[in-house]
């Protein structure tokens, strides 16, 4: 999946110069990109507020109205993988960046040695960072860490996700079709569920029970089956 990269800067001509290092870097690295350019906080949020899915953001510190700290922060707030580089011209907000547990300072004007290095340990963070799952309900596009998810359930056409803060979000898939997409702490119970088992905190003849305090009913045969998946692969 191609790295998902914003650049948020309101001078145009620092936001080509980063736009085009990016391109360099992906092409010495044969990295897969996607970015895209935004001309403000407010305009980046915007789009956020219907796509949370970026990996990188390259924010300028000082634009007008909300600056790239306070923008950072409000991402921060609900983003804890996200990868935040600031662009500045002065180094005087640096302490500011540990508030947000940003990747690096780079100052303007971007020198392309500096600028690679970044983006090196930005995306080697990425690929060390746990899995995801990224899927799309009726009105947003969401990317949940798939330790955070306790089960997946089948219901007519469409699949229930159900995180372990009580959420569940509804999409309109097939359950088959996340299958490959789970990883090894994933199982599949019956045609109705996929289970994370390292989420299960009972285990009995006729039900599970997950550390949510959630439960569901376990098909006839599925019992031994269970039990020795948790013991395989757990």
Same mark, same amino acid.
């Given at each position: 999946m191609p ?6 800067? /309101?001078s145009? @001509?620092?936001?080509?110069?980063? +736009? #085009?290092?990016l391109?360099?870097w992906?092409? $010495?690295?044969s990295?897969?990109?996607n970015q895209?350019?935004?001309?403000s ?10 796509d949370?899915c ?6 300028d510190?000082e634009?007008?109205g ?10 921060r707030a609900?983003n804890?993988?996200?990868q935040?580089v600031?662009?500045?011209g002065?180094s005087?907000y640096?302490?500011e960046g540990?508030?947000?547990?940003a990747?690096h300072?780079?100052m ?5 040695e500096?600028f690679?290095s970044i983006? /090196?340990?930005? @995306?080697?963070?990425?690929?060390? +960072? #746990?899995?995801t799952?990224?899927?799309?309900? $009726?009105d947003?596009?969401m990317?949940i860490?798939?330790g ?5 359930e ?7 996700i159900r995180d ?7 999409v ?12 090894y702490r994933?199982f599949r119970?019956?045609r109705?569920y ?10 009995g003849?006729?039900?599970l029970?997950?550390s949510?305090g959630s439960?569901?009913?376990?098909p006839?045969?599925?019992y031994?089956a ?9």
């Amino acid at each position: 999946m191609p790295l998902r990269i914003a650049v948020i800067d /309101d001078s145009s @001509a620092d936001a080509s110069n980063a +736009a #085009e290092l990016l391109n360099d870097w992906a092409k $010495s690295r044969s990295e897969m990109i996607n970015q895209a350019l935004f001309a403000s906080a407010e305009e980046f949020l915007f789009a956020y507020s219907a796509d949370k899915c970026w990996d990188i953001l390259l924010l300028d510190i000082e634009m007008r109205g909300m600056d790239g700290i306070a923008l950072a922060k409000r991402i921060r707030a609900e983003n804890d993988a996200v990868q935040i580089v600031f662009l500045t011209g002065h180094s005087d907000y640096i302490a500011e960046g540990y508030d947000v547990s940003a990747l690096h300072y780079m100052m303007k004007p971007a020198e392309s040695e500096k600028f690679f290095s970044i983006m /090196d340990r930005a @995306a080697e963070r990425l690929r060390r +960072a #746990e899995r995801t799952l990224t899927f799309k309900t $009726s009105d947003e596009l969401m990317r949940i860490p798939l330790g955070n998810i306790i089960r997946l359930e089948a219901s007519r056409n469409y699949v229930n996700i159900r995180d372990d803060s009580g959420r569940v979000y509804e999409v309109r898939k097939k359950l088959g079709d996340f299958e490959n997409e789970l990883d090894y702490r994933f199982f599949r119970v019956g045609r109705s569920y996929i289970v994370n088992l390292s989420k299960l905190r009972r285990v009995g003849r006729s039900e599970l029970q997950f550390s949510d305090g959630s439960m569901i009913p376990l098909p006839r045969g599925c019992y031994d089956a269970v039990n020795r998946a948790i013991i395989e692969r757990l």
